[in-house]
């Protein structure tokens, strides 16, 4: 194989094709540590050669050659994942899209980039003109464009405008994995087969995203006694479309005792609610805490938005980080819950689980419906200690989405994993991109 990744050197210059251990290893994962059990699966799986192409037409030459000497290929951005994504399974050629990172078109209502684009970049140029992202992850300082569509799902502006797939990405440019690579424009419901597919089912070359008006946004930390009208509120203002919004992420204590650079704003055996809402309903948003027996124990204006720390930076799945500093037999996963019996739900996992169970809800919506999105923190002790706690949740009407499987079909895209499979086949005949990260091998006929 080494000969025929030489071959790179023929079209990309040498400080562009990588073959050290220390890039190698750097290159080759995510954060896949969050779980104790990708952990195990994953920590010695690197590619062989990193390529970091500048344009598209050098990834059409990289595909080319791949395709020619059948060799796997795996597409990576910054490596924010968590679920290794982006790790090799069965080595090969890691595209690095990083150099290919420029926006190039702004209009209004969307934004057309490369996808080695940082989304901070993205979102700092469009507030200059007087736009913002609908969503984007709360990574989005390294976070690529390509990589959030291609291996994430929703986000800080979740609450408002829904996940990737609710018309937050409004075209794709894809190259087929093929001998001679075939251009495609992908739009509408077939970019259901591209949007968190892992890479799997083409090389995404240009996204254009869906953008709104800018907004002034105002930070807060709410404080509540009880967990009960912590939720409660949350879910009073995820329901007012009267009041814009961009993030309610509620945690249970002691999750808040893990965010170390907010202590001096942190009050001790409290439940909190972090939230962003627009400058002009900040001061209903005040006397909404109040009528929940809470109150505002942090602000930062809307003057200071993204200059310094961020409420975002605590929410979402760096939650999950922040508790893994603080305690590393710490691990997480991720459900939705019933708006009409999410309470119930909680109760019951707490009762049957106690302390190895803490809340940590990202409110959000999905096809317009609003969903008590939840990113637990739980100890892990074994993966059949886990597995029970899976079990138990969906037995109890609570849809686990798996963050312990490399697998699509297995982490939540169950329902759409013979659409992507049937493109998979038609884009990638020889199964080199990403191999391993789809488990089923038939497509399901339909009678």
């Known amino acids: 194989m080494k000969d025929n990744l030489g071959k790179l050197l023929n079209f990309l210059d040498e400080d562009r094709v990588l073959f050290d251990s220390t890039s190698l290893e750097k290159l080759s994962k995510d954060y896949y540590w969050y779980s104790p059990i990708l952990k195990d699966l994953l920590d010695d799986k690197t590619a062989d050669c990193i390529v970091k192409p500048l344009n598209e037409e050098e990834i059409k030459e990289i595909l080319s050659l791949a395709a020619t000497k059948k060799i796997p290929v795996t597409v990576r951005g910054a490596g924010t994942g968590n679920y290794g994504q982006i790790i090799p399974m069965n080595g090969g050629i890691i595209i690095d899209t990083t ?23 993205v979102e700092r140029r469009l507030r200059e003109q007087h736009q913002e992202l609908c969503i984007y992850p709360s990574t989005y300082m390294k976070a690529t464009a390509g990589g959030f569509v291609c291996g994430g799902s929703g986000g800080i502006g979740s609450i408002t405008w829904g996940n990737l797939w609710d018309g937050n990405v409004l075209e794709l440019r894809v190259l087929t994995m093929e001998d001679v690579p075939r251009i495609l424009t992908v739009t509408g419901t077939d970019m259901m087969n591209y949007i968190h597919g892992y890479g799997t089912t083409g090389v995404v070359t240009e996204i254009v995203l869906r953008t709104t008006k800018r907004k002034d946004w ?28 961009r993030s ?68 979402w799945n760096h939650t999950t980080l922040w508790a893994l500093k603080a305690n590393e037999q710490m691990t997480y996963l991720q459900g939705s819950f ?40 739980v100890r892990f002790k074994t993966k ?17 989405f798996d963050p312990h499987t490399i697998l699509l079909e297995k982490g939540g895209w169950e329902a759409h994993i013979h659409s992507v499979l049937q493109t998979k086949k038609e884009n990638d005949p020889l199964g080199l991109l990403n191999p391993g990260k789809i488990g089923i091998t038939d497509l399901k006929v339909n009678s």
């Not at 702004?106 to 940082?118: A, D, H, L």
């Open 384 to 400: 059949e200690r886990l597995y029970e706690m899976i079990s138990y949740c969906e037995s109890i009407g609570v849809k686990i």
């Open 248 to 315: 309610i992420s509620t945690c249970e204590w002691p999750i808040p005792s893990y965010f170390v650079p907010l202590s001096k704003v942190i009050e001790q055996d409290k439940h909190i609610v972090l939230f962003e809402v627009e400058e002009v309903a900040f001061i209903t948003v005040k006397e909404m805490v109040k009528d929940f027996s809470g109150n505002i124990t942090h602000e930062i204006p809307s003057t200071h938005y993204r200059k310094g720390i961020s409420l975002s930076d605590f929410t």
């Open 338 to 377: 019933s708006l009409d019996s999410y309470m119930e739900q909680i109760y019951k996992i707490k009762k049957k689980f106690g302390d190895e169970f803490y809340n940590h809800f990202d409110w959000m919506r999905s096809g317009g419906e609003l969903i008590p999105q939840q990113i637990p923190l």
């Open 99 to 121: 150099k290919m990172n420029n926006i190039i078109e702004i209009n209004e209502g969307s934004v057309r980039v490369e996808p080695g684009i940082k989304l901070g970049i």
């Open 218 to 245: 105002v930070q807060c930390i709410a404080s509540f006694e009880d967990l009960e009208e912590s939720l409660k509120f949350s879910e009073t203002l995820a329901k007012d479309t009267s009041i814009g919004k």
